[in-house]
T-cell receptor, first 112, second 114 residues
């Protein structure tokens, strides 16, 4: 158990819908990262937050957004969902940037 | 731009044999390097990390990796494979000037035959 929790574990929804994925980092970790894992793209960095502020952005679609709240938990919002958004979404946390990241169990999103 | 290449998407070894998973990186600045393991239907677990201290890094479960700057490599080894080592392994690089995001290789699936 990494100490990073993600909910829900599975999510099945339809095209055009909007979903919210939730992540709670390890106690004491200020940095939260979101990654997408798919068969065709592999593991891709989406976005990073540090102590409530956006720190870095990867290949994140405009339909996707995220935020980190004062209690340091983070949410990833995916809207206008397409079939190609089906993937495993991981959250990871670290004490500060550049340290090792600890990954949650992931949320498997299926868009039908 | 930095990148990570893992040679071989699938490696198969016999139980008790040497495990060698290859990783090469490209980076214009000294990187931080990591190996993660992913078991089926689970998240990624950190095996080991290189952060510019000793070039030979020991990790969990008997794995180790050697940083070779001249070869831009960070290969993962284990002297004797166990059945429980069967999983997918990811090499990743992180750069200090890019906020710590991880750039992953495409992964190598390790199979262990009895």
């Amino acid at each position: 158990d990494s100490g990073v929790t993600q909910t829900p574990k599975h999510l099945i929804t339809a095209t055009g819908q909007r979903v919210t994925l939730r992540c709670s980092p390890r106690s004491g970790d200020l940095s939260v990262y979101w990654y997408q894992q798919s068969l065709d793209q592999g593991l891709q960095f989406l976005i990073q937050y540090y102590n409530g502020e956006e720190r870095a952005k990867g290949n994140i679609l405009e339909r996707f957004s995220a935020q980190q709240f004062p209690d340091l938990h983070s949410e990833l919002n995916l809207s206008s969902l397409e079939l190609g958004d089906s993937a495993l979404y991981f959250c990871a946390s670290s004490v500060v940037s550049y340290n090792e990241q600890f990954f949650g169990p992931g949320t498997r999103l299926t868009v039908l | 731009a930095q990148s990570v290449t893992q040679l071989g998407s699938h490696v198969s070894v016999s139980e008790g044999a040497l495990v060698l998973l290859r990783c090469n990186y490209s980076s214009s600045v000294p990187p931080y390097l990591f190996w993660y393991v992913q078991y089926p239907n689970q998240g990624l677990q950190l095996l080991l990390k290189y952060t510019s201290a000793a070039t030979l890094v020991k990790g969990i479960n008997g794995f180790e990796a050697e940083f070779k700057k001249s070869e831009t490599s960070f290969h993962l080894t284990k002297p004797s494979a166990h059945m429980s080592d069967a999983a997918e392994y990811f090499c990743a690089v992180s750069l200090e000037n890019q906020g710590g995001k991880l750039i992953f290789g495409q992964g190598t699936e390790l199979s262990v035959k009895p």
